[in-house]
């Protein structure tokens, strides 16, 4: 009785043939869900069992994909079976009952919305969206130049900068303090949507006043940008590298432009490993299927949710050689057939796919172009390295670390 009740046991007959972990009484695999390193544990999972696979969450069916051929197959040959957002009740409460961009599902009323986003964005990427993301990343290196090569965090640094454009792009200019602000509080109910449980959230009554969700995504691009100047700490050539293609190109007399991008082959590739090794949204946002359908031979019937597991896809072993080194040349001499850039989905594909990549791509060039054209990243003392394990909470996060930012000039003058 209590397994017919609870489907503690069983599985809906279509998902019956996906192979997944086995199932416990009432609750089934929920402790999965639990797992510190979930995307991490999902690619372990995937292992085991496919890089397709089931799981059971009370009388509820999660699938998981784990690869890019897969989540492509899903998202983007059978987009329409896919575009589905799950209902959550943390979801719920954040986009007003499903009122959102990136929460709500696909009814006529959100391709509506999407379409005019999409409109909106586009015109300001046609208008000044680049001289705002390029007058931060001017901004950032001052702040840069006043720390006067101590060790210093950049995380609120970075994330400031970010919440500085969406700001700009979306209410026009508004002064620094209002922008901490509104930053302070989206960082806030993030950190706390992402670590802790539904019963905690619900305690937290300011979530029902939570801002557009498109601000929620900005810490995403942080998140990258945290993770590249890590890596790219941690591998000196890394940067002299990029320094001198910066120099070469752009050199000292003007600021970088996104139109330089295609002269910055290096620059470009260190950008991509990056977001191959540290998918800022690693599970993306998860998927409903408003029909039945089928993958990879597989049945799924309709309002199944659906898990893209992007640091499985970007981890896979039978597509990327040694995925967890840091080696941008993979995605140059090493990928004549541009096989290396099909296989990066870090924002997605199909109907659903983030509607700021554009965005996220120009602030991660800008930035970095800005700040290692200008400085080197050092240690706090030398062999002081940071660790480059990030923790997961709901959007991959870096340890905290702190660095020095030396102008290229004092640097050489050491060096005398
Ligand atoms: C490096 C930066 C970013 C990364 C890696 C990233 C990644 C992602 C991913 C993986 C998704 C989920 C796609 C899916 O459902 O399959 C997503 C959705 C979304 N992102 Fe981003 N994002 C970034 C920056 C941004 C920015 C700057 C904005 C806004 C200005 C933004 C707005 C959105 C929106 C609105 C959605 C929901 C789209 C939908 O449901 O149709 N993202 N993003």
């Not at 309002?303 to 499985?312: M, S």
């Not at 991660?364 to 940071?386: E, K, M, N």
Request: aromatic residues 8%.
């Amino acid at each position: 009785l209590l397994t017919k009740r609870h489907g503690g046991f069983s599985f809906p007959k279509n998902l019956g043939r996906l192979p997944g972990p086995r199932a416990l009484p009432f609750v089934g695999n929920l402790l999965h869900l639990f797992h510190p390193d979930l995307p991490i544990h999902f690619h372990d999972l995937a292992r085991q069992y496919g890089s397709i696979f089931r799981l059971r969450l009370g009388s509820k069916d999660m699938v998981v994909l784990n690869s890019t051929d897969l989540i492509r197959e899903a998202l983007l040959r059978k987009w329409s079976d896919f575009a589905g957002r799950p209902h959550g009740f943390v979801a719920d409460l954040v986009s007003l009952g499903g009122k959102d961009l990136s929460l709500g599902n696909y009814t006529p009323t959100w391709r509506l919305q999407r379409k005019m986003a999409h409109v909106a964005f586009q015109r300001c990427l046609r208008g000044n969206m680049e001289q705002i993301v390029q007058s931060q990343a001017r901004q950032l290196c001052k702040a840069f130049h006043g720390y006067g090569g101590k060790p210093v965090d950049l995380a609120k640094d970075f994330s400031l900068q970010a919440c500085g454009v969406i700001c700009s792009v979306l209410f026009g200019p508004l002064d620094n303090f209002t922008i901490e602000k509104l930053h302070d509080c989206i960082y806030k109910i993030m950190e706390n949507w992402g670590a802790i449980s539904v019963q905690v959230v619900d305690a937290l009554p300011f979530l029902k006043v939570f801002p557009n969700a498109n601000l929620r995504h900005l810490l995403s691009c942080i998140k990258s940008r945290d993770a590249l100047v890590q890596h790219v700490m941690k591998k000196h050539q890394i940067q002299e590298r990029i320094h001198e293609e910066l120099m070469a190109v752009v050199g000292t007399s003007r600021d970088p432009t996104y139109s330089d991008r295609e002269h910055l082959p290096f620059l470009n590739a260190t950008i991509l490993e990056t977001l191959r090794l540290r998918p800022s949204a690693v599970l993306a946002l998860p998927h409903m299927t408003i029909r039945d359908t089928s993958l990879s031979g597989f049945s799924i019937p309709k309002g199944t949710t659906v898990i893209t597991n992007l640091y499985g896809a970007h981890h896979d072993e039978s597509k990327w050689h040694h995925p967890l080194e840091f080696r941008p040349e993979r995605f140059l001499e090493e990928d004549p057939s541009g096989e290396a850039q099909r296989q990066l989905i870090p924002f997605g594909c199909g109907a659903r796919v983030c509607l700021g990549e554009t965005l996220g791509r120009m602030e991660a060039f800008h930035v970095l172009a800005h700040t290692l054209r200008d400085f080197q990243i050092l240690p706090p003392s030398p062999g002081d390295l940071p660790d480059l394990r990030g923790f997961y909470r709901f959007i991959v996060h870096c340890k905290p670390f702190r660095v020095r930012l030396v102008p290229w000039a004092a640097v050489s003058e050491l060096a005398k």
